[in-house]
Protein backbone atom coordinates (compact mmCIF):
# COMPACT_ATOMS: atom_id res chain seq x y z
CA UNK A 1 0.00 0.00 0.00
CA UNK A 2 1.30 3.69 -0.54
CA UNK A 3 0.12 6.89 0.68
CA UNK A 4 1.09 9.98 -1.86
CA UNK A 5 0.59 13.36 -0.86
CA UNK A 6 0.20 16.28 -3.42
CA UNK A 7 0.90 19.90 -3.19
CA UNK A 8 -0.23 22.28 -5.92
CA UNK A 9 1.11 25.81 -5.52
CA UNK A 10 1.39 26.80 -9.76
CA UNK A 11 -0.97 30.16 -9.41
CA UNK A 12 -3.76 30.94 -7.53
CA UNK A 13 -4.74 27.81 -6.02
CA UNK A 14 -2.88 26.15 -2.72
CA UNK A 15 -3.98 22.96 -2.48
CA UNK A 16 -3.28 19.23 -0.88
CA UNK A 17 -4.59 15.82 -2.33
CA UNK A 18 -4.08 12.48 -0.98
CA UNK A 19 -4.24 9.18 -2.87
CA UNK A 20 -4.00 5.70 -1.61
CA UNK A 21 -3.10 3.28 -4.49
CA UNK A 22 -4.75 5.59 -7.26
CA UNK A 23 -7.52 6.34 -5.35
CA UNK A 24 -8.03 9.83 -4.20
CA UNK A 25 -8.96 9.96 -0.39
CA UNK A 26 -8.41 13.82 0.13
CA UNK A 27 -8.40 16.78 -1.80
CA UNK A 28 -8.71 19.81 -0.21
CA UNK A 29 -8.00 23.41 -1.49
CA UNK A 30 -7.68 27.18 -0.83
CA UNK A 31 -8.25 29.69 -3.82
CA UNK A 32 -6.59 32.79 -3.89
CA UNK A 33 -9.09 35.67 -5.11
CA UNK A 34 -9.70 39.29 -5.94
CA UNK A 35 -13.33 41.23 -6.09
CA UNK A 36 -11.62 43.46 -9.14
CA UNK A 37 -8.39 43.44 -10.41
CA UNK A 38 -6.27 40.56 -11.44
CA UNK A 39 -3.92 37.79 -10.10
CA UNK A 40 -0.44 39.52 -8.25
CA UNK A 41 1.47 36.43 -7.97
CA UNK A 42 3.36 37.76 -4.69
CA UNK A 43 -0.16 38.41 -3.12
CA UNK A 44 -0.72 34.83 -4.34
CA UNK A 45 2.37 33.53 -2.97
CA UNK A 46 1.89 34.76 0.52
CA UNK A 47 -1.87 33.34 0.34
CA UNK A 48 -0.01 29.70 -0.21
CA UNK A 49 2.06 30.51 2.64
CA UNK A 50 -1.15 31.36 4.88
CA UNK A 51 -3.11 28.84 3.71
CA UNK A 52 -0.70 25.70 3.56
CA UNK A 53 -0.85 24.11 7.19
CA UNK A 54 -4.83 24.53 7.37
CA UNK A 55 -4.92 23.11 3.95
CA UNK A 56 -2.54 20.07 4.69
CA UNK A 57 -4.25 19.18 8.14
CA UNK A 58 -7.99 19.42 6.38
CA UNK A 59 -7.01 17.00 4.02
CA UNK A 60 -5.24 14.89 6.59
CA UNK A 61 -8.75 14.69 8.36
CA UNK A 62 -10.53 13.88 5.32
CA UNK A 63 -8.68 11.04 4.61
CA UNK A 64 -8.72 9.87 8.02
CA UNK A 65 -4.69 9.07 8.13
CA UNK A 66 -1.79 10.89 10.25
CA UNK A 67 1.09 12.26 8.83
CA UNK A 68 3.34 9.39 10.11
CA UNK A 69 0.92 7.35 7.39
CA UNK A 70 2.31 9.39 3.96
CA UNK A 71 4.99 6.87 1.75
CA UNK A 72 6.10 10.17 -0.34
CA UNK A 73 5.62 13.70 -1.23
CA UNK A 74 4.82 15.41 -4.51
CA UNK A 75 4.93 19.00 -5.78
CA UNK A 76 4.00 20.83 -8.77
CA UNK A 77 7.20 21.38 -10.27
CA UNK A 78 6.29 23.54 -13.19
CA UNK A 79 5.03 25.50 -15.04
CA UNK A 80 3.68 28.39 -13.15
CA UNK A 81 4.24 31.45 -11.40
CA UNK A 82 8.11 31.66 -10.07
CA UNK A 83 6.70 33.27 -6.38
CA UNK A 84 3.96 30.28 -6.03
CA UNK A 85 5.50 27.28 -7.12
CA UNK A 86 8.53 28.12 -4.43
CA UNK A 87 5.89 28.10 -1.66
CA UNK A 88 4.66 24.46 -2.70
CA UNK A 89 8.43 23.04 -2.96
CA UNK A 90 9.66 24.88 0.24
CA UNK A 91 6.38 23.16 1.94
CA UNK A 92 6.89 19.67 0.43
CA UNK A 93 10.93 19.78 1.53
CA UNK A 94 9.86 20.94 4.85
CA UNK A 95 7.36 17.56 5.16
CA UNK A 96 10.22 15.13 3.65
CA UNK A 97 12.96 16.04 5.63
CA UNK A 98 10.24 16.11 8.95
CA UNK A 99 8.79 12.97 8.06
CA UNK A 100 11.80 11.33 6.10
CA UNK A 101 10.26 10.54 3.04
CA UNK A 102 11.06 10.84 -0.53
CA UNK A 103 9.68 13.15 -2.93
CA UNK A 104 8.41 13.49 -6.59
CA UNK A 105 8.18 16.80 -8.69
CA UNK A 106 5.63 16.79 -10.98
CA UNK A 107 4.31 18.54 -14.48
CA UNK A 108 1.44 20.56 -13.44
CA UNK A 109 0.01 20.08 -17.15
CA UNK A 110 0.90 16.20 -17.37
CA UNK A 111 -1.17 16.03 -14.12
CA UNK A 112 -4.11 17.62 -15.48
CA UNK A 113 -4.22 15.20 -18.60
CA UNK A 114 -3.51 12.23 -16.20
CA UNK A 115 -6.10 12.78 -13.50
CA UNK A 116 -8.61 12.71 -16.49
CA UNK A 117 -7.74 8.98 -17.34
CA UNK A 118 -9.67 8.40 -14.04
CA UNK A 119 -12.95 9.04 -15.96
CA UNK A 120 -11.69 6.01 -18.43
CA UNK A 121 -10.16 7.52 -21.25
CA UNK A 122 -7.32 5.36 -22.02
CA UNK A 123 -5.48 7.01 -24.96
CA UNK A 124 -7.00 10.71 -25.57
CA UNK A 125 -6.73 13.35 -27.31
CA UNK A 126 -6.85 16.13 -24.75
CA UNK A 127 -7.86 19.96 -24.84
CA UNK A 128 -6.20 21.31 -21.65
CA UNK A 129 -7.71 25.35 -21.79
CA UNK A 130 -6.75 26.52 -18.55
CA UNK A 131 -5.57 29.71 -17.60
CA UNK A 132 -1.86 29.92 -18.39
CA UNK A 133 -2.50 27.20 -21.00
CA UNK A 134 -4.50 26.00 -23.99
CA UNK A 135 -3.08 23.00 -25.85
CA UNK A 136 -4.03 19.98 -27.52
CA UNK A 137 -2.04 17.35 -26.07
CA UNK A 138 -1.38 13.50 -26.74
CA UNK A 139 0.74 10.90 -26.09
CA UNK A 140 2.91 9.37 -29.00
CA UNK A 141 6.36 7.73 -28.80
CA UNK A 142 7.47 8.41 -25.60
CA UNK A 143 6.19 12.09 -24.82
CA UNK A 144 2.88 14.00 -24.65
CA UNK A 145 3.07 16.15 -27.85
CA UNK A 146 1.58 19.68 -28.75
CA UNK A 147 -1.01 19.00 -31.54
CA UNK A 148 -1.92 22.68 -31.15
CA UNK A 149 -2.05 25.12 -29.28
CA UNK A 150 -2.27 29.38 -28.60
CA UNK A 151 -0.30 31.76 -30.20
CA UNK A 152 -0.70 33.88 -27.52
CA UNK A 153 -2.86 34.11 -24.81
CA UNK A 154 -4.38 31.48 -22.98
CA UNK A 155 -8.21 30.91 -22.75
CA UNK A 156 -8.61 31.42 -19.34
CA UNK A 157 -6.09 34.26 -19.04
CA UNK A 158 -8.35 35.95 -21.67
CA UNK A 159 -11.14 35.72 -20.25
CA UNK A 160 -10.09 36.92 -16.57
CA UNK A 161 -8.63 39.72 -18.62
CA UNK A 162 -11.99 40.62 -20.36
CA UNK A 163 -13.53 40.69 -16.91
CA UNK A 164 -10.90 42.82 -15.15
CA UNK A 165 -11.47 45.23 -17.77
CA UNK A 166 -15.71 45.05 -17.22
CA UNK A 167 -14.68 45.35 -13.63
CA UNK A 168 -16.27 41.97 -12.18
CA UNK A 169 -12.73 40.74 -10.83
CA UNK A 170 -10.79 36.97 -10.36
CA UNK A 171 -11.42 34.19 -11.52
CA UNK A 172 -13.93 35.54 -14.71
CA UNK A 173 -14.70 32.02 -15.83
CA UNK A 174 -17.45 31.31 -13.83
CA UNK A 175 -18.71 35.03 -14.06
CA UNK A 176 -18.91 35.17 -17.67
CA UNK A 177 -20.32 32.09 -18.14
CA UNK A 178 -23.47 32.95 -15.92
CA UNK A 179 -23.36 36.10 -17.95
CA UNK A 180 -23.25 34.56 -21.58
CA UNK A 181 -26.63 32.57 -20.48
CA UNK A 182 -28.22 35.66 -20.39
CA UNK A 183 -27.02 36.70 -23.65
CA UNK A 184 -28.89 36.90 -26.64
CA UNK A 185 -27.30 38.74 -29.57
CA UNK A 186 -23.95 37.23 -31.10
CA UNK A 187 -21.70 40.12 -32.39
CA UNK A 188 -19.24 39.36 -35.10
CA UNK A 189 -15.75 38.33 -32.90
CA UNK A 190 -12.38 37.94 -34.97
CA UNK A 191 -12.19 33.81 -35.55
CA UNK A 192 -8.57 32.80 -35.77
CA UNK A 193 -7.58 28.99 -36.68
CA UNK A 194 -3.83 28.20 -37.98
CA UNK A 195 -4.00 24.66 -38.37
CA UNK A 196 -4.40 23.16 -34.89
CA UNK A 197 -3.18 26.99 -33.40
CA UNK A 198 -5.49 29.60 -32.04
CA UNK A 199 -4.93 33.58 -31.60
CA UNK A 200 -6.77 35.27 -29.33
CA UNK A 201 -5.24 38.90 -29.09
CA UNK A 202 -7.38 40.16 -32.08
CA UNK A 203 -10.80 39.07 -30.18
CA UNK A 204 -9.51 40.98 -26.91
CA UNK A 205 -8.63 44.10 -28.42
CA UNK A 206 -11.84 44.02 -29.92
CA UNK A 207 -13.89 43.24 -27.26
CA UNK A 208 -11.51 46.09 -25.02
CA UNK A 209 -13.30 48.81 -27.46
CA UNK A 210 -16.89 47.33 -27.20
CA UNK A 211 -16.00 47.80 -23.64
CA UNK A 212 -14.81 50.96 -23.73
CA UNK A 213 -17.65 52.28 -26.22
CA UNK A 214 -19.99 50.90 -24.72
CA UNK A 215 -21.49 49.64 -27.95
CA UNK A 216 -23.15 46.17 -26.46
CA UNK A 217 -24.74 44.95 -22.99
CA UNK A 218 -22.36 42.92 -21.08
CA UNK A 219 -24.60 39.42 -21.44
CA UNK A 220 -24.16 39.98 -25.02
CA UNK A 221 -20.05 40.15 -25.42
CA UNK A 222 -19.63 37.49 -23.14
CA UNK A 223 -21.98 35.07 -25.25
CA UNK A 224 -20.24 35.92 -28.06
CA UNK A 225 -17.03 35.73 -26.63
CA UNK A 226 -17.80 32.01 -25.71
CA UNK A 227 -19.28 31.39 -29.14
CA UNK A 228 -16.33 32.14 -30.90
CA UNK A 229 -13.67 31.44 -28.75
CA UNK A 230 -15.50 27.64 -27.70
CA UNK A 231 -16.11 27.29 -31.74
CA UNK A 232 -12.44 27.81 -32.18
CA UNK A 233 -11.20 25.36 -29.68
CA UNK A 234 -13.80 22.56 -31.00
CA UNK A 235 -12.34 22.86 -34.75
CA UNK A 236 -8.98 22.16 -33.28
CA UNK A 237 -9.54 19.54 -30.99
CA UNK A 238 -11.45 17.79 -34.30
CA UNK A 239 -8.73 18.55 -36.61
CA UNK A 240 -6.69 17.30 -33.97
CA UNK A 241 -8.61 13.76 -33.75
CA UNK A 242 -8.84 13.56 -37.49
CA UNK A 243 -4.77 14.05 -37.59
CA UNK A 244 -4.23 11.22 -34.96
CA UNK A 245 -6.85 8.83 -35.71
CA UNK A 246 -7.72 8.65 -32.17
CA UNK A 247 -11.52 8.30 -30.80
CA UNK A 248 -10.97 9.65 -27.48
CA UNK A 249 -11.62 13.58 -26.62
CA UNK A 250 -10.82 14.11 -23.07
CA UNK A 251 -11.02 17.87 -21.37
CA UNK A 252 -8.76 19.43 -18.67
CA UNK A 253 -7.99 22.50 -17.00
CA UNK A 254 -10.03 25.04 -15.05
CA UNK A 255 -11.88 26.97 -17.91
CA UNK A 256 -13.53 22.88 -19.38
CA UNK A 257 -15.60 23.46 -16.38
CA UNK A 258 -17.76 25.63 -18.65
CA UNK A 259 -21.26 23.66 -19.32
CA UNK A 260 -21.41 25.77 -22.58
CA UNK A 261 -17.80 24.38 -24.16
CA UNK A 262 -18.38 20.77 -22.58
CA UNK A 263 -21.90 20.79 -24.59
CA UNK A 264 -19.86 21.79 -27.75
CA UNK A 265 -17.68 19.18 -27.63
CA UNK A 266 -19.88 16.63 -26.85
CA UNK A 267 -21.89 17.34 -30.30
CA UNK A 268 -18.63 17.40 -32.06
CA UNK A 269 -17.87 13.94 -30.76
CA UNK A 270 -21.15 12.35 -31.55
CA UNK A 271 -20.83 13.68 -35.33
CA UNK A 272 -17.62 12.05 -35.50
CA UNK A 273 -18.29 8.78 -33.44
CA UNK A 274 -15.45 9.85 -30.56
CA UNK A 275 -15.84 9.47 -26.73
CA UNK A 276 -16.14 12.39 -24.73
CA UNK A 277 -15.03 12.60 -20.99
CA UNK A 278 -14.53 15.32 -18.68
CA UNK A 279 -13.38 14.85 -15.16
CA UNK A 280 -15.49 16.59 -12.42
CA UNK A 281 -15.12 20.71 -11.75
CA UNK A 282 -12.87 19.90 -8.78
CA UNK A 283 -10.68 17.79 -10.61
CA UNK A 284 -10.59 20.38 -14.05
CA UNK A 285 -9.28 22.77 -11.99
CA UNK A 286 -5.81 22.94 -10.46
CA UNK A 287 -6.15 20.56 -7.07
CA UNK A 288 -3.53 18.76 -5.31
CA UNK A 289 -5.33 15.22 -6.03
CA UNK A 290 -3.73 15.65 -9.57
CA UNK A 291 -0.32 16.13 -8.15
CA UNK A 292 -0.67 13.01 -5.56
CA UNK A 293 -2.30 10.84 -8.49
CA UNK A 294 0.66 11.23 -11.06
CA UNK A 295 3.57 11.38 -8.64
CA UNK A 296 1.81 7.76 -7.51
CA UNK A 297 2.30 6.80 -10.77
CA UNK A 298 5.88 7.94 -11.32
CA UNK A 299 6.77 6.64 -7.49
CA UNK A 300 5.77 3.02 -8.23
CA UNK A 301 8.15 3.39 -11.58
CA UNK A 302 10.77 4.02 -9.48
CA UNK A 303 11.32 8.37 -9.90
CA UNK A 304 12.11 9.96 -6.41
CA UNK A 305 14.60 11.74 -4.66
CA UNK A 306 15.27 11.08 -0.98
CA UNK A 307 16.29 13.66 2.12
CA UNK A 308 20.45 13.93 1.08
CA UNK A 309 19.05 14.74 -2.56
CA UNK A 310 16.89 17.35 -1.69
CA UNK A 311 19.51 19.99 -3.35
CA UNK A 312 19.06 18.77 -6.58
CA UNK A 313 15.30 19.80 -6.95
CA UNK A 314 14.23 23.36 -8.02
CA UNK A 315 10.71 24.79 -9.64
CA UNK A 316 10.92 25.03 -13.34
CA UNK A 317 8.22 27.95 -13.63
CA UNK A 318 8.71 27.54 -17.78
CA UNK A 319 8.96 23.28 -18.20
CA UNK A 320 7.12 22.47 -21.12
CA UNK A 321 4.61 19.38 -21.95
CA UNK A 322 6.73 18.13 -24.77
CA UNK A 323 9.87 18.48 -22.56
CA UNK A 324 8.82 15.72 -20.24
CA UNK A 325 10.09 12.29 -20.88
CA UNK A 326 7.20 10.04 -19.66
CA UNK A 327 9.29 7.15 -18.29
CA UNK A 328 6.10 5.51 -16.49
CA UNK A 329 4.13 4.71 -19.13
P1 LIG B 1 -2.54 26.49 -15.54
O1 LIG B 1 -2.99 25.07 -15.59
O2 LIG B 1 -2.29 27.05 -16.85
O3 LIG B 1 -1.41 26.71 -14.57
P2 LIG B 1 -4.40 27.80 -13.85
O4 LIG B 1 -3.45 27.45 -12.77
O5 LIG B 1 -4.81 29.21 -13.96
O6 LIG B 1 -3.74 27.36 -15.09
P3 LIG B 1 -6.97 26.25 -13.59
O7 LIG B 1 -7.42 26.18 -12.16
O8 LIG B 1 -6.83 24.97 -14.31
O9 LIG B 1 -5.66 26.98 -13.73
O10 LIG B 1 -7.95 27.20 -14.39
C1 LIG B 1 -8.30 28.47 -13.94
C2 LIG B 1 -9.00 29.20 -15.07
O11 LIG B 1 -10.26 28.57 -15.35
C3 LIG B 1 -9.30 30.65 -14.76
O12 LIG B 1 -8.82 31.42 -15.84
C4 LIG B 1 -10.83 30.69 -14.67
O13 LIG B 1 -11.39 31.91 -15.08
C5 LIG B 1 -11.24 29.56 -15.60
N1 LIG B 1 -12.57 29.02 -15.34
C6 LIG B 1 -13.05 28.46 -14.20
N2 LIG B 1 -14.36 28.15 -14.34
C7 LIG B 1 -14.72 28.52 -15.60
C8 LIG B 1 -15.94 28.47 -16.35
N3 LIG B 1 -17.06 28.00 -15.84
N4 LIG B 1 -15.91 28.95 -17.62
C9 LIG B 1 -14.78 29.44 -18.15
N5 LIG B 1 -13.62 29.52 -17.51
C10 LIG B 1 -13.58 29.07 -16.25
FE1 LIG C 1 -3.80 24.29 -13.94
Redesign the pocket.
Known amino acids: MTITLGIES????FGIGIVKDGKIIANKKDMYTTKSGGIIPIESAKHHLLKKNETFFEALDEAGIKKKDIDVIAFSQG??LAPCLLEGMKFAKELSKKLNKPIVPVN??IA?LEIGKTTGAKNPVMLYI????TQIISYSSGKYRIFGETLDL?V??F??TFARFAGIGF????K??ELAEKGKKYIELPYKVKGMDIALSGIQTKLKKFLENKDYKLEDLAFSLQETVFAMLVESAERALAHTGKKELLLG???A??SR?QEMCKIMCKERRAKFFCPSNGL???NGAMIAYLGEIMFKSGIKFSQNQLNKIDILPKQRTDEVDVLWE
Open positions: TAHTPGHCHSGANGGNIDPGGPIQGGVCNLLTD
